[in-house]
């Protein structure tokens, strides 16, 4: 019997690699995925313990939080003895991934892409062993994603000390979080314990939280996050942990000590780039050219394992745009507009340039804003809280940056980032119609407020 040869051979099935494999079979290559995850659990870190999971949880955890804070009586409606299942809200999250990753299974099946369960391994140019069968390749995409980051002093122990993976899954409220890391982990994990009732520190090392995102805005959402019960020592390193003491040194080198059942580390996520035999840079990620090719001959890489940031929205349009290049396209990627999304209560969603980061590259620029407290929409929602910061070239008017709090912000940040990535001036933003009354309206005035003027302001 003949030997198959695999036109496209993808390592991994997360966001990047589950993807490529897709838009690869749509182009008519002959594609198999390899993933290490057991069979029901296609979409990698993203869908089985990241993205998907938190946001179920995240959601369950704001409807429990409202529902036990008398938030509804607002609206005039009483609430009896609230109760919470934590094993039913975990299982309607594991429900939710368990439902989508059957949906890639689908979608798999109907592109007619090839899964095969087991740990990949390069054995040699156009060569793919998995266990003790090998695979010939005309390419080899590596999509394999990344892992948390341990401290020295801190290792994981999955009890303890843990990752955000066991986060996701705890099967006992903790009384006492601490986080290490006041990143978007850390936000929407403390968000989710501290809503479940669980008293959470948060702990950063540098004199502020989320870094990269407008200052303003975090200050904002900082004093919202605090009133929801969240503590933050920033400016402070976590050095150890000893049965449920966790030792911390603040900005003035001050050592203190907090007691916490739990200790969940997020200061960040490593590439799985060893044992490939590809050059890595200095950061350790995957080194690779404009097609998204490795060091090696045929073998090509996308996603978290190389530069840039480890967002599955990025890993999705890389995986497109390396397989479409394999067939001839000339796709590519602007980085300069790639969203990022913190899901607390606000949303936080960026995208482009922040003002400080624009003027600490020497652009000029103006800035727009208009509260969500002078939005219809907000506030019949009961959800005023938050601003849109909108950053424009000064001498342009071109939009080169949108920061903002408030909610469903996530839903927002895709029109501007069609605005920013189309070149749109905030006068040309403005010009459009937005359905009234919608939170939309707040990105249109922080544009017009960019241009000089607002109305509902
Ligand atoms: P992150 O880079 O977002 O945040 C890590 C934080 O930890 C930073 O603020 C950093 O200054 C801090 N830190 C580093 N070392 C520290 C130390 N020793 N003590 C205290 N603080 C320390 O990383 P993350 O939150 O772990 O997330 C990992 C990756 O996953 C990120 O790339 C993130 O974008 C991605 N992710 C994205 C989403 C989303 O898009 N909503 C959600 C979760 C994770």
Partial sequence: MMETV?????????PGGYVAAIRAAQLGLKTAVVERRPPGELGGTC????CIPSKALLESSWRYAQASSGAHAAHGIGVGDVTLDLAALMGRKADVVAGLSKGIAGLFKKYKVTAIQGEARLAGEGRVLVGESEFQAKCILLCPGSRPVELPGLPFDGERVISSAEALALTKIPKRLV???GGVIGLEMGSIWSRLGAEVTVVEALPEILPGIDVSVVRQAKRLFRKQGLTFLVGSKVTGVMGDAVSVTDAKGKKHALTADKVLVAVGRRPNAEGWGA???ENGFITVDDDYQTSLPGVFAVGDVIPGPMLAHKAMKEGVACVERMAGLETTV???RIPGVVYTHPEIAVVGRSEAGAKKRGIEVTVGQFPFLANGRARAGGEADGVVRVVAEKESGQMIG???LGPHVSELVAAAETAIGHGLTAAAFAEGIFPHPSLSEALEEAALAATG???HL
């Fill in 6 to 14: 695999w036109d496209l051979v993808v390592v991994g099935a997360g």
């Fill in 47 to 50: 869908l089985n313990e990241g």
């Fill in 179 to 181: 986080v290490v890391g």
């Fill in 279 to 281: 050059e890595t840079d």
């Fill in 334 to 336: 602007d980085y300069g």
């Fill in 402 to 404: 949108v920061h903002m």
């Fill in 453 to 455: 003027h607002t109305i």
